[in-house]
């Protein structure tokens, strides 16, 4: 992503914020559907070695630099951030077999059957068309978890949006697990996901 200017990433804003875009024009506004999966991928780095390279080339203003080029908001967007570490050459040689995809696709398809069942009176399929009154419908938080995302928020100093998504993001986990309810362990998987919001940016 940083690859890209800065000016042409803050364009996604919208689209992923109302998943749709709008053309405006001297005499007319033009909305167009987009609801679209954003996949993206970056160095942590601009020469790409940092944290594993003990002789990192880049200095700590080349990287604040590199990493500034994503903005705060732009971060709030995005539901999901994964850091992925370096894989060692035993994690590469080794056998052992994971989970198979077949089984994934199942576990998926009934979380997403349940989200249908659970939305069939609404204009939305999914949990994450979900707008703050079915939030605050269904996700409900029980007392451990409501004090375990209070805490991320104040230590991340995460935004409102980002507590919006967490809360979607812990739904779907509870959904994967065939959990009616929302639970501290699904709460505490989803703010891992949301660890690089203020980790490194500045903006």
């Known amino acids: 992503m940083p690859e890209f200017k800065r000016t042409v990433l803050e364009v996604m804003r919208q689209p992923l914020e109302d998943r749709e875009v709008t053309i405006s024009r001297a005499r007319f506004t033009v909305n167009y559907p987009a609801s679209f999966m954003l996949v993206a991928s970056m160095n942590p780095s601009p020469s790409g070695f940092f944290p ?3 002789n990192n080339t880049s200095s700590t203003y080349e990287m604040q630099r590199y990493m500034n080029k994503l903005s705060g908001p732009l971060l709030d967007r ?40 659970r939305y069939k009176d609404l ?25 375990l995302i209070k805490m991320a ?3 991340l100093n995460l935004s409102a949006r980002a507590y ?5 993001v812990s739904r779907t986990i509870a959904d994967l ?10 709460v505490s998987e989803a703010i891992q996901y949301r660890s690089l919001d203020r980790e ?3 903006a």
């Open 78 to 117: 995005i539901d999901i951030h994964i850091e992925v570490q370096k894989v060692e050459f035993e994690q590469l040689a080794e056998r052992r077999k994971g989970e198979k995809s077949e089984d994934i696709r199942k576990r998926v398809l009934i979380a997403r059957e349940a989200q249908r069942e």
């Open 177 to 186: 697990e065939e959990s009616e309810n929302i639970l501290s362990h699904h």
């Open 153 to 155: 928020m104040e230590k």
């Open 52 to 54: 594993d390279d003990p």
């Open 200 to 202: 490194f940016w500045n």
């Open 123 to 147: 204009k939305i399929s999914y949990n994450a068309q979900i707008g703050p009154k079915e939030i605050e419908k269904f996700c409900e938080l029980d007392a451990a978890s409501f004090n």
């Open 164 to 168: 919006d998504r967490i809360l979607k």
